[in-house]
């Protein structure tokens, strides 16, 4: 059974998951399954780090592949609402930083 958790990360971070190398991130784990919950966990995420990586994993510890990740989400225009990005979308979401 997979764990869902929300890990802040960074440009860098992003590039590694991108060239298919696994990262290790701090994560944020819901406090159950109720989708209020997990919303705040992504927001607790978002604090951290300019972008939020979504994944599946078996551990809360184990390192997120790009094949773990089920979204991402960022303040894309400064609005303070987060946007959601699918996995596919990585090289988008690296441009929208170096910005």
Same mark, same amino acid.
């Given at each position: 059974?997979?764990?869902?958790?929300?890990?802040? =990360?960074? $440009?860098?971070?992003?590039?590694? !998951? *991108?060239?298919? /190398?696994?990262?290790?991130?701090? %994560?944020?784990?819901? *406090?159950s399954?109720?989708?209020?919950?997990?919303?705040? *966990?992504?927001? *607790?995420?978002?604090?951290?780090?300019?972008? %939020?990586?979504? =994944? @599946?994993?078996?551990?809360?510890?184990?390192? $997120?592949?790009? @094949?773990? %990740?089920?979204?991402?989400?960022?303040? =894309?225009?400064?609005?303070?609402? !987060? =946007?959601?990005?699918?996995?596919q979308? +990585?090289?988008?979401? +690296?441009e929208?930083?170096? /910005?």
């Open positions: 059974m997979s764990e869902r958790v929300y890990a802040p =990360a960074g $440009i860098d971070d992003l590039r590694e !998951l *991108a060239a298919d /190398r696994p990262v290790t991130l701090q %994560v944020v784990q819901a *406090a399954a109720d989708e209020e919950d997990e919303y705040e *966990a992504l927001l *607790a995420a978002a604090e951290l780090g300019p972008v %939020v990586v979504t =994944a @599946e994993v078996d551990t809360a510890a184990a390192p $997120i592949r790009r @094949e773990d %990740v089920q979204s991402f989400h960022l303040d =894309a225009d400064g609005s303070g609402d !987060l =946007a959601w990005y699918a996995p979308e +990585i090289d988008q979401v +690296i929208l930083l170096q /910005r």
